[in-house]
Nanobody, 115 residues
């Protein structure tokens, strides 16, 4: 059984920063990609950022230059440093890991950016 535990969400003003963390535990071997997705009310879930086991990163255009994804492979943990936050970043943020062909999701953490 795989568990993903997220932390770090909250309420922040425009221009502020937050750091999300996601720790994976359980029967995990060879995590391929770790990443973050988000879903705003009334919208589809969208990719925010991903990081492969080799360190290759990918970002949504809307967050490039503002968000940084990183991971600690030894601890099966992925982070998302979010800076210069905007009201449009408000959403539930979900951690995702890919192990071979299986996707695992966290429970989600709310990020609210006030204007």
């Amino acid at each position: 059984q795989v568990q993903l535990v997220e932390s770090g969400g909250g309420l922040v003003q425009t221009g502020g920063s937050l750091r999300l963390s996601c720790a994976a535990s359980g029967s995990i071997f060879n995590i391929n990609t770790m990443g973050w997705y988000r879903q705003a009310p009334g919208k589809q879930r969208e990719l925010v950022a991903t990081c492969t086991s080799g360190g290759t990163t990918k970002y949504a255009d809307s967050v490039k230059g503002r968000f940084t994804i990183s991971r600690d492979n030894a601890k099966n943990t992925v982070f998302l440093q979010m800076s210069s936050l905007k009201p449009e970043d408000t959403a539930v943020y979900y951690c995702n890991i890919k192990v071979i062909v299986t996707d695992y999701w966290g429970q989600g953490t709310q990020v609210t950016v006030s204007s």
